[in-house]
């Protein structure tokens, strides 16, 4: 049912595309969605966000209302755009994920085992917090322009070694990012692929979190990274590790200019 | 050429065993979080830094064991093919592109008794799944016949509606172009390593990689070519 009704989107996207202000047929598929969708439910996953965000938590007893995501402790309006970003308190570029997890532990007192942090990505069952939490400080950033900060050297390579990454062929099937996201106007089955060079496709393409249609739960940034290592058969990349960092800060940087949707809603 | 790849190469592993050990010296001394700042990488190039992410610095499961028999470092080791299509961006210049055609071409293996089609109904199901060699958080069960994919790129059963454009339709192929011993090899070589007439092409090397066995390759050939399938069967009437 749910796959009859994502083909329908998709061929629709197809025969109606040249009538629509837009002539890319990824952003038409995503307008579409938006259109036949009512409300995106990833929106209770931000107001939960929200309230965790809040909440006095952890073996220390306190809120994360003082975790500072780069500009300042406590700010959140315009935060994510500007990440991943050098974090001298950490000596580490991060995303905004392993950001809070930063928090979680420093400020809050959890530790890896406890699942607030060591629960990465939601089930149809439970929905991690990590996700909540994410959701919801992204938010914060919606509609503004994707803008991540390269004046520190680590920001610099860490977002260049990102490039070689996304054009690194490897694995069972030859694969780079590259190859399915550099031709424009081209599908992997009934999906419209972004190409990484288009920033108007691209900074709707880096939107995470978004509520997946297809999984019926919030997705993030570094879960959508290892499906996509996943799908080229390389090995399976480490949540957080600098290797994600370093994709999603070329990926982000791709972006620059083009406008975030936060939460977004994905197939 | 090998050589120089393989100065490249020892130089990167040097530097690689200066900073792990510059790293553990800096454990012993001080147990301290493992942090970026605490190590001078700023005198690598992002292609080396690169390197480094995927091999030392812990971000992939790299001793996984694969399907093939070897682990998932083994599978982020580039070959000399997927370094010069990368470093090319897939736009190699002629001279290379010559080169990655000659060496292609010397890669493939033919069946002994020659290229035969097997059963296109076992072609179709096969060029349908995008079951294989996956590892990761879900490992890919080999117990199950591993499929070519072939509908994520290209159309194939002009009835069937999922399928991609990365590559060019191939609806009606062997209608269109017969089942000449030419047509034959054609198909059987871009199968097998198709860098041997599209130099540094998006389509994967299935027989190079063993991702599909000799006989899953006659099947889905027959899929192709056979005038039986429903690739062709209805061009054919």
Redo the contacts between chains.
């Keep these: 049912m749910l796959k009859k009704f994502l ?1 329908g989107v998709a ?1 629709a996207g197809g025969l109606v595309g040249g009538a629509m202000a837009s002539d890319s047929p990824y952003l038409t598929g995503r307008e579409q969605l938006l259109m036949l969708a009512d409300d995106n439910p990833a929106e209770l996953t931000l107001w939960r966000g929200e309230e965790l965000f809040h909440e006095v938590r952890g073996p220390k007893n306190v809120s994360l209302e003082r975790c500072d995501f780069g500009l300042g402790p406590g700010v959140l309006k315009g935060a994510y755009v500007r990440m991943p970003r050098w974090f001298e308190d ?4 991060m995303d905004l994920e392993s950001r809070i997890i930063h928090c979680m532990k420093t400020l809050q007192g959890f530790t890896d085992e406890d699942d607030p942090v060591a629960r990465k990505h939601s089930s149809d069952t439970r929905e991690a917090d990590l996700v909540a939490i994410y959701t919801y400080v992204a938010s914060q950033s919606n509609g503004m322009k994707w803008n991540p900060p390269m004046n520190h ?2 920001e610099r ?1 860490t977002r ?2 990102g ?3 996304f ?10 990012c ?3 996201h ?2 424009p106007r ?6 419209f ?1 972004p190409v990484a060079s288009n920033v108007e496709e691209w900074s709707k393409a880096v939107s995470w979190p978004a509520y997946r249609i297809g999984h019926g739960v919030v997705r993030t940034s570094q879960h959508r990274v ?1 499906g996509c ?3 080229m ?6 949540f957080g ?4 960092i ?1 994709i999603i800060s070329y990926w982000t940087h791709q972006a620059q200019g083009g406008v975030a949707t936060l939460p977004d809603l994905k197939r | 050429m090998n050589k120089q790849n393989n100065i490249v190469g020892h130089t990167l592993i040097a530097i690689g065993m200066a900073l792990v050990s510059v790293t553990l010296m800096a454990g012993c001394a001080q147990p301290r979080p493992d942090t970026q700042a605490e190590r001078d990488f700023s005198r690598l190039s992002p292609e080396a830094y690169a390197e480094y992410l995927i091999f030392r610095s812990g971000s992939f499961n790299l001793a996984q064991e694969t399907q093939e028999g070897g682990t998932a470092a083994d599978r982020m080791a580039q070959d000399v093919l997927q370094r010069m299509c990368s470093e090319a961006r897939n736009r190699p210049q002629p001279e290379m592109a010559v080169r990655i055609v000659g060496a292609a071409r010397d890669s493939i293996v033919y069946p002994e008794g020659g290229i035969q089609l097997g059963d296109w109904r076992q072609g179709a199901e096969l060029a349908r799944s995008g079951t294989g060699f996956r590892i990761g958080h879900n490992v890919d069960d080999h117990s199950r016949p591993v499929g070519g994919n072939c509908y994520a790129c290209h159309q194939l059963d002009p009835d069937e509606l999922g399928f991609g454009n990365l590559g060019p339709s191939l609806a009606a192929y062997g209608a269109l172009r017969g089942d000449s011993e030419a047509v034959r090899r054609f198909v059987y070589d871009m199968i097998y390593n198709p860098h041997s007439y599209f130099p540094c092409t998006q389509m994967p090397r299935f027989g190079v990689s063993q991702f599909l066995n000799q006989e899953s390759i006659s099947h889905i050939m027959a899929y192709l070519l056979d005038p039986q399938s429903p690739v062709n069967v209805r061009h054919s009437r």
Aim: hydrophobic share 40%.
């Design positions: 083909a061929l950490a000596g580490k570029v050297p680590m390579l260049n070694a490039e070689v990454l054009h690194r062929r490897a694995g069972s099937m030859d694969f780079a590259a190859t399915c550099s031709t081209k599908r992997i089955r009934l999906s692929l290892r290592y996943y799908q058969r390389q090995a399976g990349i480490q590790s600098d290797a994600s370093a």
